[in-house]
């Protein structure tokens, strides 16, 4: 818990001076891409705090019966979480997850948190239209958002690199301890609001207050970067 608490800093500034949503410029999604997020969640996916899984999601929408209107009424419930509108008094527990230490072979602890599983439906929805706009501006620099097999290609190009390394050149890896939890919430949210405007209002509604983190039977706030 110790481990946990110091993976999980403090709020390191306020938010107060953000701009306010404008729901009506949020991101809103067709039922044809709703289908589609429900069936990428991986099979065997874990369920957040309320213990819902991402199978009850499929098999409530491909219900015979029922399906489609399931997935209409989940399609107009995931709006109206991107449009920003989950009640504050909801958003701690629902952008909230699960929490789980992980041991890390060079020692200490991973946190992994496992969210709500139609706040993380939610989130794979925004995700999809995010990487497809920011793609052009990341590449050709880094290799890990919308680019197919970039972890691979760049193992290749290392070791290729490493096996024709001329003499007195060196290799330098570089690693952020704590990454995650190290950015800065209203840096993070101006540059949602300058890159990405129509998931302002989903990403403020998600961090602009402390979420609760369980770990057994005690809580953890987050307040500093994503989860």
């Known amino acids: 818990m ?12 306020g938010l107060d001076d953000l701009p306010d949503i404008n729901p009506d410029s949020a991101l809103s999604v067709a039922e044809i891409d709703m289908r589609q997020a429900v069936l990428s969640f991986p099979a065997g996916s874990s369920g957040g705090p309320d213990d819902m899984r991402p199978q009850h999601l499929k098999d409530m929408m491909l219900c015979r019966e029922s399906g489609t209107d399931f997935l209409a009424a989940l399609t107009g419930f995931t709006n109206v979480v991107l449009a920003g509108l989950c009640p504050k008094e909801v958003s701690p527990f629902f952008c909230g997850g699960r929490l789980l230490a992980m041991n890390k072979n060079s020692g200490g602890i991973r946190p992994i948190a496992v969210g709500v599983t139609l706040r993380r439906l939610a989130s794979k929805c925004a995700n999809t239209h995010g990487a497809a706009r920011m793609a052009p501006l990341f590449g050709p620099r880094q290799l890990g958002v919308r680019i197919r097999g970039g972890c691979e290609a760049a193992i290749h190009s290392a070791r290729r690199y490493l096996q024709s390394l001329a003499p007195d050149h060196i290799m330098v890896k570089l690693d952020f301890a704590n990454a995650f939890n190290s950015l800065h919430r209203s840096d993070m949210l101006l540059s949602v609001r300058d890159r990405l405007p129509e998931l302002y209002a989903f990403c403020l509604s998600s961090f602009s207050q402390p979420s609760f983190l369980y770990f057994g039977s005690q809580v953890i706030l987050s307040q500093e970067g994503p989860q």
């Open 2 to 13: 110790q481990k946990l608490q110091e993976k999980h800093p403090p709020a390191s500034g």
